[in-house]
């Protein structure tokens, strides 16, 4: 499994919206964050600045197959 993008930079009250895919194929994951405080993200990937900071946001199916992106936020 891989995201489109494995680190990005967000202002505070921004979005982007990350893609899971498996074997090159686009896919539908479940989607966590490290620290909600800093950044948020909801059940279709997209990622939004909360508070300065960083924070790992994961892709994940099962147990098995996770992907993360790294979030800085300013």
Known sequence: ???DKSSATLETGK???L???VDGHATIANW????ASVAAVNANGVVTGVGKGSAIITAYIGQEMAAECKI???
């Open 1 to 3: 499994m891989t995201l």
């Open 15 to 17: 979005a982007l919206a």
């Open 19 to 21: 893609k899971a895919y």
């Open 32 to 35: 966590k964050t490290s620290d």
């Open 72 to 74: 800085k936020v300013k």
